[in-house]
């Protein structure tokens, strides 16, 4: 079975741009995660969705926003890019909420 | 808030010997799940081992076990017979039940060097 897929793989975006990242689950996963990693640091919580709705929202601006479609798959767009935005940031899907399996990320850097 | 503390940010360990990794964390739900994460350089996020809370016996997988203290909020993870492989960031997590929500804390990490 496929695991978590996300793209692009690299980005690089200037100052004050909109960045759009994707995500898949693996197959039967209803939620869908994402985190931002910042070098050195641990993932910080973003956003979680399940079954198309959001459940938590991290500590974050409202520059970030996100969506998961019918077939689970989700966005995670970022508008008016700052420097700080860059980041690798990860995608996690779960069966059951609690047990989390991530993609191998989305490195962006922002000029 | 929930926190999660690791404060070893480097250690190394001999091929073959036993390591130990910290992890304390902070939290006043009852009902939880900790777990740590590997995350080689390829940087792909990977589950090592998962504990409930709610259950005392501690958790092992193969090379890997933990050494859950509840009452004293402590979550280490022990890697047996350690091999090359093993050199990667381990990040400490936490997670509150499902039904209230469950966004995960991780730690800062802890990067593992393995000496041949």
């Known amino acids: 079975d496929a695991g978590v897929t996300q793209s692009p793989t690299h980005l690089i975006k200037t100052r004050g741009q909109q960045v759009t990242l994707r995500c898949s689950p693996i197959?039967?996963?209803?939620?869908v995660s994402w985190y931002q990693q910042v070098l050195g640091q641990g993932p910080q919580f973003i956003f979680q969705?399940?079954?198309?709705?959001?459940?938590g929202r991290g500590n974050f601006p409202d520059r970030f926003s996100a969506r998961q479609f019918p077939n689970y798959s989700s966005e995670l767009n970022v508008n008016a890019l700052l420097l700080g935005d860059s980041a690798l940031y990860l995608c996690?899907?779960?069966?059951?909420?609690?047990?989390?399996?991530f993609g191998p990320g989305t490195r962006l850097t922002v000029t | 808030a929930q926190t999660v503390t690791q404060s070893q940010p480097e250690m190394s360990v001999q091929e073959a010997e036993t390591v130990t990794l910290s992890c304390t964390y902070d939290?006043?739900?009852?009902?939880?799940?900790l777990f740590w994460y590997k995350q080689p350089p390829s940087r792909q996020m990977i589950l090592v081992i998962r504990q409930e809370a709610y259950k005392q016996q501690n958790a092992t997988e193969n090379r890997f076990s933990v050494n859950f203290q509840k009452a004293a909020k402590s979550f280490s993870l022990k890697i047996s017979d350690s091999q090359l492989g093993d050199a990667a960031m381990y990040f400490c997590?936490?997670?509150?039940?499902?039904?209230?929500?469950?966004?995960?804390?991780f730690g800062t990490g802890t990067s593992l060097t393995v000496i041949p």
């Open positions: 997590a936490y997670t509150g039940s499902p039904t209230t929500g469950n966004q995960f804390y």
């Open positions: 939290t006043s739900e009852s009902d939880y799940y």
């Open positions: 197959s039967g996963h209803k939620s």
């Open positions: 996690a899907s779960s069966f059951n909420l609690f047990e989390q399996y």
């Open positions: 969705y399940y079954e198309k709705e959001e459940r």
